[in-house]
């Protein structure tokens, strides 16, 4: 469920585009997330945290098994995304990006960019953070485990915070790393933490999200995020009823959604470009047809793509003795 909110969130934050073009007096933004859906990043950041933390701390743990479970996890879907992207070119549907050769095949590595330059897929800046996100945890958990790769974490973090981001670090040296140091402490004092109430966890996240957005408090939002994993991963809700269940089904397929969201409100944009703004009532109606347009075709992408590649990825690494169990929705990321 929260990958659904993150999800959804940055959905929207972005759904601006649809509705740029109605006189703004007619346009009804939902307050807070117009302004701050953007942070939806983060908490997947956040929860990415928590999710790699427990998959590198299981039993039979190795590199080997985790990298395939990620390549199959990431990368395929986003392949696909990214040659409908070229065969919309090809039908006149551009989005604001660069379509020269080697930027499109540099991006599809998901590897970090310059500062002064844009992935192919604007979305995926996130995707990159997570892939060092990922070999940092590759690389330290097996040697120093899971509290090694919290205190690395909190080394970039200071580092950056007190002598500067560095441009061309591979995003190793950004606070916004703490993002995933709130995940990764949120799984190490899991325990402790069980015994708070879920009630005053999940409120005080939102409160740290709010604090960040509003007043500016450095590192606030990651706080926020550290207390709302906290909370979900203690909800003790009835996932099965509705509509938990419908924020399961899109929780499992929010990195679609993330890939997608753009790209679906590109043809929307141009659609309404050609066929002239429709009557000025119209403008939140077209908006939530856009969003939900979004998320029938990320959950058609879970359906066919994500989740094949993952069960092969997955049945990769079991032939593999010391692989750990099948996890189909693991660590996924902004996801």
């Known amino acids: 469920m929260a990958r659904a909110l993150a999800a959804l969130a940055v959905a929207y934050f972005h759904s601006h585009v649809i509705v740029d073009g109605w006189p703004q007096a007619l346009v009804l933004p939902i307050p807070g997330l117009k302004e701050h859906g953007y942070l939806g990043v983060n908490f997947f950041f956040a929860i990415s945290g928590y999710v790699i933390s427990a998959v590198c701390d299981k039993p039979g743990f190795t590199v080997g098994s985790f990298a395939i479970r990620r390549f199959f996890r990431l990368y395929p879907v986003y392949w696909v995304v ?71 974490l909190l080394g970039l973090v200071c580092w950056a915070y007190t002598f500067g981001q560095f441009a061309y670090s591979f995003h190793l040296i950004r606070t916004l790393n703490a993002d995933f140091l709130a995940g990764v402490a949120a799984y190490l004092l899991r325990k402790p933490l069980s015994h708070v109430p879920v009630w005053i966890l999940i409120p005080s996240g939102l409160l740290g999200y709010d604090a960040v957005s509003d007043w500016q408090i450095p590192f606030s939002g990651s706080c926020g995020g550290f207390l709302l994993v906290s909370g979900l991963a203690n909800a003790r809700w009835r996932w099965p009823s509705a509509p938990l269940r419908w924020l399961v089904k899109l929780g499992d397929a929010s990195y679609s959604l993330y890939l997608l969201h753009l790209v679906v409100m590109s043809v929307f944009a141009k659609l309404l470009d050609r066929l002239g703004t429709p ?57």
Request: hydrophobic share 50%; aromatic share 8%.
């Open 279 to 335: 009557a000025p009532w119209t403008a939140e109606p077209i908006r939530f047809l856009c969003l939900g347009v979004c998320v029938w075709l990320s959950i058609k992408a879970c359906q066919r793509i994500e989740r094949p590649m993952i069960e092969l990825g997955n049945r990769l690494t079991a032939r593999q003795p010391t692989a750990h169990p099948a996890e189909v929705t693991a660590g996924q990321p902004a996801e």
């Open 82 to 152: 990214i040659l409908a992207m070229v065969l919309l070119k090809v039908c006149g549907v551009f989005m604001p990006t660069s379509y020269k050769l080697l930027n499109i095949l540099y991006s599809m590595t998901l590897l970090p960019h310059g500062e002064d330059v844009q992935p192919f897929l604007a979305v995926t800046w996130s995707l990159e953070f997570e892939i060092m996100f990922y070999l940092l945890a590759a690389l330290i958990v097996p040697i120093i485990g899971i509290r090694g790769l919290a205190a690395v």
